[in-house]
């Protein structure tokens, strides 16, 4: 269907143009035409004819006042009557242009015996004295016979002229119709490419308002399916604290001495609550970061002491990997305009990653110092590393390098998201270098409070 | 008063053979003179090559310019020029013609006179093969030939 309807309006556009340039053609072809029609210039065979016939009667006329009246007329105006006709014999004869004025084969043949005729009476033209009415009469007698041819010359160059002009208007007559089809052509062609290019606007738009209309219903699944999420997350919250405080009670032997072996089932499930607390908090962190209402309580922070606080909450975290954490701390008052909670939760979010991917008994160093203007943070590992081809979807939800069946690590994959938008609101970056096999490094720039600011700020 | 023009310029017309050297009558408003072959080439000569519909080829016109015949500064744009030809053959054109172009009263052709029989003795010709412009129709009309009287109407 579609395809059709392209093929047809390029056809129409292809109509236009095809009959633009025709009509073009045949405006051209017009102007030759109009050329032939009705020459009526000096040089055209008509007046030219005309011309030759009313000097020959001229020329006639003067020679018999000159026989009749004698005196009236002098010899002088014969011979300039002579050579008037004798010159008009010769423009008919040359025609214009290099073409013949006449080109019927009589007509040629008159101009030629004239101008043999004009020929023989030169002499005696040249000769011609007042009151010599004999040789008058022998110059009249001579080229008397003229007329009657002449006057065929005159008719055949009005019919040929005549022929001529039909055949132009026939010529014009024709075109014009050509150019009246072809403009109506234009106009049919051109209603139909409107009418197409409407249809398919229509068409367009049509789609695009079904797409809008997919687009929100799609907003609105998404909308539903995270609040669910959102409302779920909650409610398993509350029992879960409830859970978590018992096996808290029950763990800290407050109730009395409980057999090495439900202490250690007491443990374990504790951990295992926690760690479902924990993945609670990131779905519902997202859930936040996505509405965009995570709060911020912003105070001037010392990210030495950030580096440092984070470390010892970390300590307990996977103990039995033996992984070590050191902290490196270049320089004093690395202060930024922070959240404490937040930037806690990027630096446990940061060391507890660096610790699971680390190997068993290997370092994770955590490193501040004062760089081109900002604060950097980084969190180093000497762990396994990430792919150059996942590098950079790392901070994308729901990734986890590994995500078969199969992976070592567990988590949601949401925590480095969470990570990112943290520190972007703070107006700072996360970036992350990595070498397969040697270890990766997370890198957090956030801008520098000056100490007034931070007086301000505090 | 128009008539006795009139039949001063008939008497003028019939009576040119006679005197024979009269080529070409000139009328301005303030009246007519009748210029002959001395008269006529000693008036400033230009020579303009160029081709016509009635000749084959580039040929060389050598005469007076058209502006000039009627005295200096005579000829004004606006003026119209009338030229009438020994077969009673007449044109009218706008004298602005004879004052931007390079239009001539050819007395020669080719170094030579021409004849009353090969369009002489004076030829009015326009520089056409320089001014492709010129070679519309209403200019081929205006290439008048027998030449015999020139007349200046100036704008009214």
């Not at chain 1, 479902?276 to 908090?281: H, M, Q, R, T």
């Not at chain 1, 100490?451 to 505090?458: H, I, L, M, P, R």
């Amino acid at each position: 269907m579609i395809l059709r309807f392209t093929a047809v309006r390029w056809l129409g556009v292809a109509i236009v143009l095809l009959a633009l340039i025709l009509n073009g053609i045949g405006l051209y072809r017009i102007q030759s035409s109009l050329d032939q029609l009705s020459d009526s210039r000096r040089g055209g065979a008509l007046w030219a004819a005309m011309q030759l016939e009313l000097e020959f009667l001229r020329l006639e006329r003067a020679l018999l006042d000159f026989t009749g009246a004698g005196g009236e007329i002098t010899p002088d105006e014969v011979r300039l009557r002579f050579d008037i006709l004798w010159s008009r014999n010769s423009i008919a004869a040359s025609g214009t242009d290099g073409r013949l004025t006449v080109s019927s084969p009589d007509a040629v043949a008159t101009l030629a015996e004239l101008g043999d005729a004009l020929q023989q009476q030169e002499a005696a033209i040249g000769d011609l004295q007042a009151g010599d009415t004999a040789a008058a009469r022998s110059i009249l007698d001579g080229i008397r016979g003229f007329s009657g041819p002449i006057h065929d010359y005159l008719l055949a160059a009005k019919n040929e002229q005549s022929d001529l002009d039909a055949l132009s208007r026939d010529q014009l007559l024709l075109i014009s119709r050509i150019m009246v089809f072809l403009s109506f052509l234009v106009g049919v062609a051109s209603l139909i490419v409107v009418a197409m290019f409407f249809i398919d606007s229509r068409r367009h738009q049509q789609v695009s308002a079904q797409n809008a209309g997919l687009l929100e219903a799609s907003r609105a699944a998404y909308k539903a399916k995270s609040q669910f999420l959102s409302t779920v997350s909650h409610e398993l919250r509350t029992p879960l604290t409830s859970i978590k405080g018992s096996l808290g009670i029950l763990k800290s032997g407050v109730l009395g001495e409980t057999a090495p072996r439900a202490q250690k089932l007491v443990h374990t499930a504790y951990d295992n609550t926690e760690r479902l607390v924990l993945l609670i908090n990131d779905i519902l962190d997202l859930e936040k970061s996505e509405t965009g209402v995570l709060s911020y309580r912003f105070a001037a922070l010392d990210a030495g002491q950030l580096v440092e606080r984070a470390i010892e909450a970390c300590r307990g975290y996977k103990a039995e990997r033996k992984v070590k954490l050191a902290a490196q701390i270049e320089g004093h008052d690395l202060l930024v305009r922070g959240d404490d909670g937040r930037m806690m939760q990027v630096m446990s979010n940061l060391i507890s990653n660096a610790i699971k991917f680390s190997n068993p008994e290997g370092t994770v160093t955590v490193a501040a110092r004062r760089h081109e203007g900002h604060i950097e943070i980084a969190v180093r590992d000497d762990g396994i590393g990430i792919s150059e081809q996942f590098l950079p979807q790392v901070f994308e939800k729901f990734t986890q390098e590994d995500s078969s069946d199969t992976r070592s690590a567990g988590g949601t994959g949401l925590g480095l998201s969470i990570t990112k938008r943290i520190v972007e609101d703070h107006g700072g970056q996360i970036s992350v270098t990595s070498t397969l096999g040697q270890g990766t490094t997370f890198f957090v720039r956030l801008p520098e409070l000056a100490a007034v600011q931070a007086d301000a700020a505090a | 008063m128009k008539v006795l023009l009139a039949s001063v310029i008939m008497i003028c017309a019939t009576a040119i053979p006679a005197f024979a050297e009269t080529v070409l009558t000139v009328i301005t408003p303030e009246g007519k003179t009748e210029l002959d072959w001395a008269a006529l080439d000693a008036l400033p000569a230009t020579t303009v090559k160029t081709t016509n519909d009635y000749v084959d080829g580039i040929h060389t016109f050598t005469g007076p310019r058209l502006s000039e015949i009627f005295g200096e500064g005579k000829v004004k744009e606006g003026d119209e020029i009338r030229l009438t030809a020994l077969n009673d053959y007449a044109v009218t054109l706008p004298a602005d013609d004879a004052l931007d172009y390079a239009v001539i009263l050819a007395t020669t052709q080719d170094g030579k006179r021409m004849s009353v029989r090969d369009k002489g003795p004076i030829w009015v010709i326009y520089p056409m093969s320089e001014h492709p412009d010129l070679r519309a129709p209403v200019y081929n009309d205006r290439l008048i030939w027998q030449l015999s009287k020139a007349e200046l109407v100036p704008a009214k």
